[in-house]
């Protein structure tokens, strides 16, 4: 719904429709991350994301987007150096999905959810946010899944 002055015109209200809408699609489209095309475009994520955060050193033999999981946003196995990223976060800030593959490819790093990891997690400066929104994002869904759940897993774990 717009709500507009009684005095203007028809033509007025097209116009100032037509502007906000615009405004609209180019606020959600600098909010979308292009990672949420394809496969593809999220390897090319984390690789933007490793050389930004760290010292691209984390390098994934494969990322891809799989259906939702049960209680995890994402899963890393470093020995085979894969991640997958739940679809439910194809709609998310881009800020978030970004935290989400930094977080990933930090376990590419470090295994273990220790202060090396988190120091590493924490280059990432929306990362507290991050945690955040996904921890209200699950408690919305009644989903059960935190924001930095434990998160590697060893191949054929919970897909």
Known sequence: MVLIPATMTKAEERHWIAEMQKKLRRTESKRA????????ALLLRCSELSARYLDGT?????VRWVPPMRTRWASCTPM???IRVSERLREVPSWVLDYVLVHELAHLRVADH???????????PKAERAIGYLEGLSAAAHLGISGDAD???EPDDEE
């Open 151 to 153: 998160d590697t897993e």
């Open 80 to 82: 085979n150096r894969t």
């Open 33 to 40: 991350s292009p990672a949420r095309a394809s496969d593809e």
């Open 114 to 124: 220790n202060d090396e990891f988190w120091a590493l997690v924490h280059r990432y």
């Open 58 to 62: 984390a390098d994934p033999a494969s």
